[in-house]
């Protein structure tokens, strides 16, 4: 049953307590600024922490101090380079491996929007945390080194370039900024721009699913700062006239938020005890993006698949403290009421009215994405669903579908090739919480790996068989 934000349902507080009419105050604050969440990801060393880094100094986020201090830091270990990474990348032990482990969250500002900017992870084994951020994220950056060789090394199979696209558009980003970056390498030649977007469209939009009008490609460099937030190089103002980076970036459409459905968080983080006044020491507080409906202080919330219910005592959005979020923040919430030991990472906080469905057996329509081994019946897998990830095997192979109609093209195949379009049954081992994807784009879909591999992306099955991503 959707529920709308303004009128009280079960599992909305006490009536005693003050309401707020959340659909209104959402419209005053976007009346301000809408706020998007980015995630910046490529091949490890394309320059994504650079770029992003030095992006946010020229935004004024970081400080002259902070810089400085950054620089000095560099130096002694004789990196200076990463001096603009090490903005983003805070732990020693990132530091000293010079690779960003954990999606780092910051927040800044262009002309007409605010940004959560959820910074990636490059290395293969860390596709699963990539998976998180990127679960999170509306639109995106791909990062590509120009320098001869390194681009192909990213975009051959193996790199991670073509990966990190198909998982992107899976999770259901369709904005994509390439920034071509180091583009001083190559002293801004205009020939390696067009080759590097001459292969990369064609892939983003046949292989992936990208709308070629919602990609735009950028010259940039990290490392001097060109055509981020300026440009004023003589070499690249010869032959290009297009957006600087900060200028595409500002350009991103806010999408639709389905604010007025049921409240839905997935949990990416939680510990125990409470923020601000939110329930001392018996609370737990858990963090994560709202991917449906809204929330405010003193709303009772269902957490999943556990099924116990707790009172929100008090929520944060982007580090301020505030009485409600809605479906596209990231939130931290204080509960009181819910044993800790019943939270993971990856349950699902939801209205206690509609909850999310919970099975461990379900039919979806699945993509293979660029598999060596055809998937068969019974094949190991693990399933990434938000940040949840569970062991699973594909137990029926239903039938092969036309990508582009929906019409079954062959029944009970005995195997799924590379770039299909097909419908499984799907055993997981233990339950976990779906929804349709006809119910909701951001609970419905999912995706498949086995090892370090993404092998397909998939949609829980809706009755009208809707298509499996709304390319
Ligand atoms: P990430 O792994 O994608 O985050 O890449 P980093 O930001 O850590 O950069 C990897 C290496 O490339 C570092 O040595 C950077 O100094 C260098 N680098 C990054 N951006 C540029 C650029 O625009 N031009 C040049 N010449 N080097 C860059």
New binding site residues.
């Given amino acids: 049953m959707a529920k709308t934000a303004s009128t009280g349902s079960i599992g909305k507080g006490s009536p005693k307590m003050k309401r707020v009419d959340v659909l209104e105050e959402y419209k005053k604050r976007n009346a301000e600024k809408e706020t998007l969440n980015l995630v910046v990801v490529?091949h490890?060393?394309?320059?994504?922490?650079?770029?992003m880094g030095h992006l946010l100094y020229l935004l004024g986020e970081v400080s002259e101090r902070s810089m400085k201090k950054f620089e000095r830091d560099a130096e002694k270990l004789k990196k200076g380079?990463?001096a603009f990474?090490w903005v983003l990348d805070e732990t020693d032990e990132e530091r000293n491996r010079?690779?960003?482990i954990d999606v780092a969250i910051t927040k800044f500002q262009t002309a007409h929007k605010k940004f959560t900017l959820l910074d990636a992870p490059?290395h293969r084994d860390f596709v699963p945390n990539m998976m998180s951020g990127a679960a999170q994220a509306d639109v995106a950056i791909l990062?590509v080194d120009a320098t001869p060789g390194e681009f192909e090394t990213g975009f051959d199979s193996g790199g991670q370039t073509r990966e990190h696209a198909v998982l992107i558009r899976s999770l259901g980003v369709s904005q994509l900024i390439v920034a071509v970056?180091?583009m001083?390498?190559v002293n801004w030649a205009k020939s390696r721009f067009d080759e590097i977007c001459a292969k990369l469209s064609t892939f983003l939009s046949q292989s992936v699913g990208f709308r070629k009008q919602n990609v735009t490609f950028i010259p940039?460099?990290?490392?001097?700062g060109q055509n981020l937030a300026k440009c004023t190089s003589e070499a690249l103002l010869s032959w290009y006239s297009g957006n600087t980076l900060v200028e595409q970036i500002d350009a991103f459409e806010p999408p639709v938020r389905p604010i007025d459905k049921p409240f839905r968080l997935s949990v990416t983080d939680y510990f125990k005890g409470g923020i601000g006044a939110g329930g001392g020491g018996g609370a737990v507080s858990v963090s994560g993006r709202i991917e449906g409906g809204n929330v405010q202080v003193g709303d009772s919330v269902t957490v999943l698949p556990i099924n116990e219910v707790g009172v929100v005592r008090a929520i944060e959005v982007a580090e301020e403290s505030v009485k409600w979020a809605v479906a596209g923040d990231n939130a931290l919430m204080s509960l009181t009421g819910v044993d800790m030991t019943h939270i993971n990472i990856g349950s699902l906080l939801c209205d206690p009215s509609a909850p999310v469905p919970i099975t461990s057996h379900f039919r979806a329509q699945i993509v293979t994405f660029d598999i060596d081994i055809p998937l068969t019946i019974g094949v190991p897998v693990v399933l990434h669903h938000q940040s949840l990830t569970e062991q699973a095997t594909i137990t029926r192979l239903e039938s092969l579908i036309n990508k582009a109609t929906n019409e079954v093209t062959k029944k009970n195949p005995r195997a799924l090739p590379r770039n299909v379009a097909a419908i499984v049954e799907i055993k997981t081992s233990r339950p976990v919480c779906l929804e349709k994807f006809s119910a909701s784009k951001e609970l419905g879909r999912f995706l498949l790996r086995s090892g370090t591999v993404t092998v397909a992306g998939g949609i829980g099955m809706s009755e009208d068989c809707a298509p499996l991503i709304c390319f």
């Fill in positions: 490529g490890v060393d394309a320059g994504k922490s650079t770029l380079s990463f990474a010079g690779v960003t490059g990062v970056n180091k001083d390498v940039t460099s990290g490392f001097t």
